[in-house]
């Protein structure tokens, strides 16, 4: 599962790095060693080229855009459901009604610096609970970790129709199991897309399922690192550059 992460990107890089057309990001988020559920995040993908009323044709272009993280279906009576739906498992996402239209169309990679899982230890606490050890896991070459992603558009049935509000737009982190090296962590992990898979990924017009997942595949040996961080990023009131940090051998 993927239920923390990190994102510290700035919009212009994120721009460059995933070849943009179209910036849809009003304002820009502010960095976030600790993004959790339902927080706002950064979302690449692409909308399939349309005709507006006035005849005016807008082509397929790569947009970024602001998303919510935790996927609410169009058929969603309360958007409150999309705090249960932040991962879905590549195994079953396109049989799932929450997931399954999406799959088909509506794909996208979501920008990380890297994400938080935690290893449950043979110590226990006073009372007897087992303790738990956050890791960091992140793409050893320092470069961005591109998530693979679904996102729906929830039309709000409160709002008028000349309401730029009207529509939400939010998102989800495809899983898969975890590789080896990372599995003694946790037995789930969410699936990379690498860069020469990113184009037909994000394409609105692939809409074979099996093709699609044939793009995804756990990370290669060695692709990613992980190490011990402090426990404070358990609490999503804490926020800052040192929850990325190693701990030294001491602290561990």
Same mark, same amino acid.
């Given at each position: 599962?993927?239920? /923390?992460?990190?994102?510290?990107?700035? $919009?212009? @890089?994120?721009?460059? +790095?995933?070849? !943009?057309?179209?910036?849809?990001?009003? *304002?820009?988020?502010?960095?976030?060693?600790?993004?959790?559920?339902?927080?706002?995040?950064?979302?690449?993908?692409?909308?399939?080229?349309?005709?507006?009323?006035?005849?005016?044709?807008?082509?397929?272009?790569?947009?970024?855009?602001?998303?919510?993280?935790?996927?609410?279906?169009?058929?969603?009576?309360?958007?409150?459901?999309?705090?249960?739906?932040?991962?879905?498992?590549?195994?079953?996402?396109?049989?799932?009604?929450?997931?399954?239209?999406?799959? /088909?169309?509506?794909?996208?990679?979501? $920008?990380? @610096?890297?994400?938080? +899982?935690?290893? !449950?230890?043979?110590?226990?606490?006073? *009372?007897?609970?087992?303790?738990?050890?956050?890791?960091?896991?992140?793409?050893?070459?320092?470069?961005?970790?591109?998530?693979?992603?679904?996102?729906?558009?929830?039309?709000?049935?409160?709002?008028?129709?000349?309401?730029?509000?009207?529509?939400?737009?939010?998102?989800?982190?495809?899983?898969?199991?975890?590789?080896?090296?990372?599995?003694?962590?946790?037995?789930?992990?969410?699936?990379?897309?690498?860069?020469?898979?990113?184009?037909?990924?994000?394409?609105?017009?692939?809409?074979?399922?099996?093709?699609?997942?044939?793009?995804?595949?756990?990370?290669?040996?060695?692709?990613?690192?992980?190490?011990?961080?402090?426990?404070?990023?358990?609490?999503?009131?804490?926020?800052?550059?040192?929850?990325?940090?190693?701990?030294?051998?001491?602290?561990?």
């Amino acid at each position: 599962m993927c239920g /923390r992460y990190a994102s510290s990107q700035r $919009p212009e @890089d994120l721009v460059e +790095e995933f070849e !943009v057309v179209d910036n849809r990001v009003p *304002t820009p988020l502010e960095p976030d060693w600790n993004v959790a559920p339902t927080k706002e995040v950064y979302a690449v993908l692409e909308r399939p080229s349309r005709t507006d009323a006035d005849g005016v044709e807008h082509p397929t272009q790569r947009q970024l855009r602001t998303l919510t993280w935790g996927l609410v279906p169009s058929w969603a009576k309360d958007p409150g459901i999309g705090s249960r739906m932040i991962n879905a498992r590549m195994e079953t996402a396109a049989e799932k009604p929450a997931f399954r239209k999406a799959m /088909r169309a509506r794909r996208c990679l979501l $920008p990380a @610096d890297g994400y938080y +899982e935690w290893y !449950v230890t043979e110590a226990t606490t006073a *009372t007897g609970q087992p303790t738990k050890q956050p890791y960091f896991i992140s793409p050893a070459d320092g470069g961005v970790l591109a998530m693979a992603g679904l996102f729906e558009i929830w039309r709000d049935p409160e709002r008028s129709d000349d309401d730029p509000d009207r529509f939400r737009w939010t998102c989800t982190v495809l899983t898969t199991a975890a590789t080896d090296d990372l599995g003694r962590i946790h037995d789930r992990m969410p699936l990379m897309v690498e860069r020469d898979a990113w184009s037909p990924w994000l394409d609105p017009t692939l809409d074979g399922v099996e093709e699609a997942r044939s793009l995804l595949v756990p990370a290669a040996p060695g692709r990613l690192r992980a190490y011990p961080v402090s426990a404070v990023v358990g609490n999503v009131r804490n926020n800052g550059p040192h929850l990325v940090e190693p701990l030294s051998l001491s602290e561990e």
